[in-house]
């Protein structure tokens, strides 16, 4: 469900023709939805209701201030992974006490700005972690509140750049040694024990993996019981895949029920940490189509945004779905007639493509396409290869829109560079 429709042949984005924007920010840039991301962020928190929870929302998804902002204002925390995503949530105005700080390779100075921050929890990646975390801590004459990672070695059945809960992975503590680190925890003076974390992999659209996780660490737990280790926060990451194309994921009310039903007696908060869920729909990337070429293999369409701008294509061949800005064929107009071409931008890499073999309608220069479904680890993903800058980003409120993050110049490309004397 998003708000990104066609009103005849336009295509709006809640109250605003998409083309407008374009003519006024240029191509190409992010557009997200208001309406859609507080509908999104409402419904994942309403399908919890029942249990007392803490939805964290995960920076890295999308981490422009004003939809972080947009989301403390909900009630939201932050799941934080580096010193970055910290200050950019407390400059959102997140609070401090919803925040949890997960990642393999925090820093010292990364830990002390947490600590000093006074976040929620670490979520601890590592022995040699909880030992980096203890130290600061006392030199800071505080105590730090722990969870552990827990790798609970379930196959997320997603790409496997994106699964993080099988043993193979680099992530958290194997479930099999993580009581022995809990002991090892509780004697550490500056720690506090409050937690548990896992988080088992990203776009996941069966609802099973999360039971073996659920069931698995629920059982985790109870051992911890026994040695007297009490759990306040299960923290329980995030992973529920989106609708690209025609997967049919589990509803934020699915997985709700699926912890319900194994897990409503455990006296603690529940945390979650959505990210694509929230916003992975509310955005979009609008793009002008440049040239269309053809060879004897093939139709391209070379558009103005490329792989620095959107990589998921290129990385792991993800899907989105293209749809143009102005649709031809409307109002009693002979039926467009349609290519299979290749989405490129105008990168030097052959691995440049938004799609490939996509049968889209005919688009001439200058017409603007959406790529669809592109909120989630789009901008945050982006990056100034072949010294592009990188793109704006806009929020729509009904028919108003907003500037939430300017397009790069080329001075800003060179910021901080300097050519040594020599
Ligand atoms: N919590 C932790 C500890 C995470 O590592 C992640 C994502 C999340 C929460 C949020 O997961 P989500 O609800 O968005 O699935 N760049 C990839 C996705 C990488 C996900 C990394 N961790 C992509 O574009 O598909």
Not at 108 to 115: F, H, K, N, T, V
Not at 152 to 176: A, C, E, W
Not at 211 to 218: N, T, Y
Not at 412 to 419: T, Y
Request: charged share 25%; proline share 6%.
């Amino acid at each position: 469900m998003h708000y990104f429709l066609y009103r005849g042949s336009e295509l709006y984005c809640e109250d605003l023709p998409i083309s407008r924007i374009a003519e006024e920010v240029k191509t190409p840039f992010y557009l997200y939805s208001h309406q859609t991301l507080t509908r999104h962020f409402r419904v994942f928190d309403e399908a919890f209701e029942d249990l007392p929870h803490l939805i964290c929302f995960a920076v890295k998804a999308n981490a422009n201030l004003a939809i972080l902002k947009l989301f403390a204002r909900e009630g939201s925390g932050f799941d934080v992974v580096s010193g970055g995503e910290l200050y950019r949530a407390l400059r959102a105005g997140a609070d401090p006490q919803k925040i949890v700080y997960a990642g393999v390779g925090k820093t010292p100075e990364e830990i002390r700005d947490a600590l000093q921050a006074g976040i929620l929890m670490f979520n601890v990646e590592s022995p040699q972690e909880l030992k980096a975390i203890e130290e600061v801590a006392a030199s800071l004459g505080t105590q730090a509140r722990v969870a552990l990672r827990v790798n609970p070695d379930v196959d997320p059945q997603t790409h496997p750049y994106i699964s993080t809960g099988l043993k193979k992975n680099k992530f958290g503590f194997d479930i099999r040694s993580a009581l022995q680190e809990y002991r090892v925890a509780r004697q550490l003076p500056h720690l506090e024990i409050v937690g548990i974390h896992i988080h088992i992999g990203s776009q996941i659209v069966e609802i099973a993996p999360f039971r073996d996780a659920f069931d698995r660490v629920i059982s985790f737990i109870a051992d911890l019981k026994r040695e007297g280790i009490a759990i306040r926060y299960l923290d329980l990451g995030g992973g529920l895949g989106i609708p690209y194309k025609d997967e049919e994921p589990p509803t934020p009310k699915d997985l709700a029920q699926a912890l319900s039903s194994v897990a409503s007696s455990l006296d603690c908060t529940f945390v979650l940490e959505p990210g694509r869920v929230i916003v992975g729909n509310a955005g979009i990337l609008v793009t002008r189509v440049l040239y269309h070429k053809s060879t004897p293999e093939k139709h391209f369409l070379i558009v103005d945004a490329g792989m620095n701008d959107l990589i998921r294509p290129s990385l792991y061949g993800s899907y989105h779905g293209i749809q143009p800005v102005i649709r031809k064929g409307d109002k009693g107009d002979s039926q467009p007639s349609s290519i299979i071409a290749d989405v490129v931008g105008p990168i030097c890499e052959s691995g440049d493509f938004l799609a490939k073999d996509r049968r889209l309608p005919e688009a001439a220069p200058g017409e603007l396409l959406a790529v669809m479904t592109a909120g989630a680890y789009g901008f945050t993903m982006s990056s100034n290869y072949n010294a592009r800058p990188r793109v704006a980003e806009v929020l729509v409120k009904g028919s108003e829109y907003r500037v939430i993050r300017q397009r790069e110049t080329y001075a800003d490309l060179v910021r901080g560079e300097k050519i040594p004397e020599w």
